[in-house]
């Protein structure tokens, strides 16, 4: 069965340092989403992708995080510099054209630790 | 903003109990309406989707109902097991504008079935 795969799995690093993230969405999947989801609650939508294309980016904090889809398959979500409160796990998931009756499938997570 | 509230926020049963779990949101323009399993540490399943137009779905041990000029929704699980035990999160899609198929997360319901 195809899964969404993200690396890595887990990651510590300080303030002020650069992390990335990285997704390889279901094969087919033309929208892929970022999500973050701070311990204990529910996760919140960073950026949303319609091929390579950016459809929804409102709650992305733009000054330190970015996203791309260059080729429209797999995409980065990077953070510099990581603050404290930036500690969570980021999930990504993808559908297969980001229809509004389509279920998204979750990959496994990155869960970040700023020290 | 749309609000998604999850009640309660955790539960302890027996094995083989029926039990159920509530969610409720503040904007009844929803195009669907999802609940989610997560286990510890890792990312999110999608259970059962309803649509704004169906009343509930089933799944083997699982239904869900939604209300959707009253704002709710209940996941009923019937016989509970151990492997239940996960963490149930409950998400509504936006229907218009900028929330257009976008979901909105409760905190969930932290699940605990004992032997």
């Known amino acids: 069965e195809a899964e969404v795969a993200q690396s890595p799995r887990y990651k510590i690093t300080e303030k002020s340092q650069a992390v990335a993230f990285w997704c390889d969405p279901i094969?087919?999947?033309?929208?892929l989403y970022w999500y973050r989801q701070i311990l204990g609650q529910g996760p919140e939508l960073l950026v949303q992708?319609?091929?390579?294309?950016?459809?929804?980016d409102s709650q992305l904090p733009k000054d330190r995080f970015s996203a791309e889809r260059l080729k429209g398959v797999d995409s980065t979500l990077k953070i510099q510099p990581a603050e404290l409160g930036d500690s969570a796990m980021y999930l990504c998931a993808s559908s297969r054209q980001g229809a509004r009756t389509e279920t998204q499938y979750f990959g496994p997570g990155t869960r970040l630790l700023v020290l | 903003k749309q609000e998604v509230t999850q009640i309660p926020a955790a539960l302890s049963v027996p094995e083989g109990e029926n039990l159920v779990l509530n969610c409720s949101f503040t904007?009844?323009?929803?195009?669907?309406l999802q609940w989610f399993r997560q286990d510890p540490g890792k990312g999110l399943t999608s259970l059962l989707l309803?649509?704004?137009?169906?009343r509930e779905q089933t799944s083997g041990r699982l239904n869900a109902s939604l209300d959707k000029s009253s704002g709710r929704s209940t996941l009923y699980i019937a016989a509970s097991q151990p492997g239940d035990s996960a963490t149930y999160l409950c998400a509504v899609s936006g229907e218009r504008g900028s929330t257009l198929g976008r979901l909105y997360f409760g905190r969930g319901t932290q699940l605990t079935v004992w032997p």
């Open positions: 309803i649509q704004s137009s169906q």
């Open positions: 904007d009844s323009a929803i195009y669907n």
């Open positions: 992708f319609q091929d390579e294309s950016v459809v929804d």
């Open positions: 094969s087919g999947h033309a929208t």
